[in-house]
């Protein structure tokens, strides 16, 4: 059983460079290193939240915890949550992404956020260097609500499909996602969904990431808004995933991760086909572009040769003519 959820940008070194996160990391280090890392010793209560933070950031942490209810009353109603008064959520609000990474003793440099089972604590970058504020709460609270609803059977839900459905309501599809979809589509590395239920590989967990919201997004258009909720509720009363995604979509586990592969064949398959096709034409392109260049040079040599013939008659003619004149 996995306990804790992390959210990491892996995908953020490719869209903003190395250099660029690089520096923007340096700069946190430089900014943050006189912050407590391991200790937030202010406290801030809510009704749905009580908020850890360092002193200074007073402002920052109120502005957070509003964000916060907003993103905790969305969510909670597309996954059927009903929100617990009583129960407020921890949420450790930190203002400079070294100190986040120290008090959470975390290796992956990237992440921004963790959500933890059991007390459901949620800890954040909210620096923003990285990502925004929003962005990051969305993801970690999913996790959160995600563990409330399915109590001790948290465990029953695969871990694709646990971070699907947090990228689902924090950030949706990007255009970096497209393109790695698309280009294992087309090149046949599309990792099975099973092989993505406890774990991601570390190199490659882009592609995890971006497969896990695909099948979610791909159950949401097939059967609707309301099917994370309904598979959810269902696990939460049976423990058993199967008998969640027969409820929700009728077929078993393998009918639906065989029918979102059937998709993602469908709309990026042909750019398998059109790869292959031109592996084949490119080099009969080649060769009929050295032929066609051949086949001029000897055109504009016969040319040249008929020019010069063309022009020594002429001049033997008009000399033949003049002649007699001399």
Same mark, same amino acid.
């Given at each position: 059983?996995?306990?804790? $959820? ?31 890392? #391991? ?28 964000? =916060?209810?907003?993103?905790? =009353? ?10 617990? $008064? ?63 609803? !399915? ?44 092989? %993505? ?9 882009? %592609? ?23 598979? !959810?509720?269902?696990?939460? $009363? ?40 031109? #592996? ?6 080649? !060769?009929?572009?050295?032929? =066609? ?9 016969? =040319? ?15 000399? !033949? $003519? ?5």
């Amino acid at each position: 059983m996995q306990d804790n $959820r992390t959210m990491t940008f892996r995908c953020l070194w490719s869209r903003l460079g190395n250099r660029a996160i690089a520096i923007a990391l340096l700069l946190t280090v430089l900014l943050g290193a006189s912050a407590s890392a #391991a200790v937030l010793p202010a406290v801030m209560k809510t009704p749905y939240f009580t908020v850890h933070y360092n002193p200074a950031d007073r402002q920052l942490a109120e502005s957070t915890a509003d964000t =916060a209810r907003m993103e905790l =009353a969305r969510i909670s109603n597309a996954l059927g949550y009903t929100i617990e $008064r009583g129960r407020p959520i921890p949420l450790m609000v930190y203002s400079s992404h070294v100190a986040f990474i120290k008090a959470g003793n975390i290796e992956d440099r990237m992440t921004v956020g963790t959500a933890r089972s059991g007390d459901e604590t949620v800890s954040i970058d909210a620096s923003e260097t990285l990502v925004s504020i929003r962005l990051v709460l969305a993801h970690e609270i999913t996790h959160a609500v995600i563990f409330r609803i !399915l109590g001790t059977n948290s465990y029953a839900l695969p871990l694709w499909a646990n971070e699907g459905l947090a990228k689902y309501e924090s950030q949706g599809f990007t255009g970096d996602d497209e393109d790695i979809i698309a280009e294992s589509t087309s090149d046949g590395t599309i990792m099975p969904l099973s092989s %993505l239920r406890t774990s991601f590989p570390a190199e490659r967990s882009a %592609l995890a990431y971006a497969e896990s919201w695909s099948a979610i997004s791909y159950l949401v258009k097939k059967h609707g808004e309301s099917a994370p909720k309904a598979m !959810l509720a269902e696990l939460a $009363r049976t423990g058993s995933f199967d008998s969640a995604i027969s409820k929700v979509t009728g077929g078993s586990q393998n009918q639906f991760i065989k029918g979102w592969n059937d998709s993602l064949k469908e709309r990026f398959g042909m750019a398998r086909v059109l790869q292959i096709a031109l #592996a084949f034409i490119w080099p009969i392109m080649a !060769l009929l572009a050295v032929v =066609a260049f051949i086949v001029r040079r000897k055109r504009m040599r016969d =040319a040249a040769r008929q020019w010069d013939m063309e022009q020594f008659e002429e001049s033997m003619e008009r000399q !033949l $003519r003049e002649w007699p004149h001399r």
